[in-house]
């Protein structure tokens, strides 16, 4: 036999475990590395790259976003009222919340004519400043589609319908 190591023709090997490989080495070479026992369980690199695959094919795999929730939150259709509203209440300009929430004059003008929807990072911004709440929960509609094994009306399907 052969040592992996250092190539040595050799009557005898043994089983070690040289920084992170097993080989199969002569006596001389078995003091690099430790001696494993037939009975514990080693782990191969082949092993770990295995485990490694089916932790990244997991994360990679898309998820439904609409399986298990049954409400989603969306922006209350009278927003630009209700921001409106609320920072009139509190006798603020424009510029006055523009300047609390770091954005623009234009930006508040823009979403209180309803010219503009606020993104979720503004919408939050407006909440947390004016004491108010702009999204809401509403239930997500499941629509059911046939399963049809035809990709469209034939013949048949028309006479069908002319005599109902």
Do not use: H
């Amino acid at each position: 036999m052969l040592c992996e190591l250092c190539g040595k023709k050799t009557e005898r090997t043994t089983r070690v475990f040289i920084e992170g490989t097993t080989l199969n080495v002569c006596r001389d070479c078995a003091k690099f590395g430790e001696v494993r026992k037939p009975g514990k369980k080693e782990l191969t690199p082949q092993t770990v790259i295995t485990k490694r695959l089916e932790i990244r094919e997991k994360r990679m795999k898309p998820k439904d976003v609409y399986e298990s929730e049954e409400t989603t939150l969306e922006l209350v259709p009278d927003y630009p009222r209700i921001i409106r509203e609320a920072r009139m209440a509190r006798d603020w300009k424009q510029e006055t919340l523009a300047a609390k929430i770091n954005e623009k004059v234009s930006v508040i003008n823009k979403i209180e004519r309803g010219d503009m929807r606020p993104d979720d990072a503004l919408v939050k911004k407006l909440e947390k400043e004016l004491g108010i709440k702009l999204m809401e929960k509403v239930p997500i509609i499941k629509t059911e589609t046939k399963s049809s094994t035809t990709k469209g009306l034939t013949l048949g399907d028309l006479v069908k319908l002319k005599k109902e």
